[in-house]
Nanobody, 121 residues
Framework: QVQLVESGGGLVQAGGSLRLSCAASGSILGVKFMGWYRQDPGKQRELVASITSGGSTNYADSEKGRFTISRDNAKNTVYLQMNSLKPEDTAVYYC???????????????WGQGTQVTVSS
């Protein structure tokens, strides 16, 4: 069974930095799309950043210039470097991966358990 395990969340002051990591493990033939989402209490989950297997990236407008997404394909791991953090960035951050697990080459979407990021002012 595929699992996504996240780490790196915590409490940080405004202007500080954090790096989130998410490692996929299990019966994996390949990982296509990987991304980070976040969700505040009472709000819908939204995309923060994503990266394809070829390295193409996409960012939400509010995060451009502050956040950087990257991946290590050999380790099936995706990272999110977060700089110049703002209180508005406070949320639970979720890792997502579209994973190929059999010879059909169909990708299935998996989610991590979420990690709390809290930015104080």
């Amino acid at each position: 069974q595929v699992q996504l395990v996240e780490s790196g969340g915590g409490l940080v002051q405004a202007g500080g930095s954090l790096r989130l990591s998410c490692a996929a493990s299990g019966s994996i033939l390949g990982v296509k799309f990987m991304g980070w989402y976040r969700q505040d209490p009472g709000k819908q989950r939204e995309l923060v950043a994503s990266i394809t297997s070829g390295g193409s990236t996409n960012y939400a407008d509010s995060e451009k210039g502050r956040f950087t997404i990257s991946r290590d394909n050999a380790k099936n791991t995706v990272y999110l470097q977060m700089n110049s953090l703002k209180p508005e960035d406070t949320a639970v951050y979720y890792c997502n991966a579209d994973v190929v697990i059999d010879d059909s080459l169909r990708a299935y979407r998996y989610w991590g358990q979420g990690t709390q990021v809290t930015v104080s002012s």
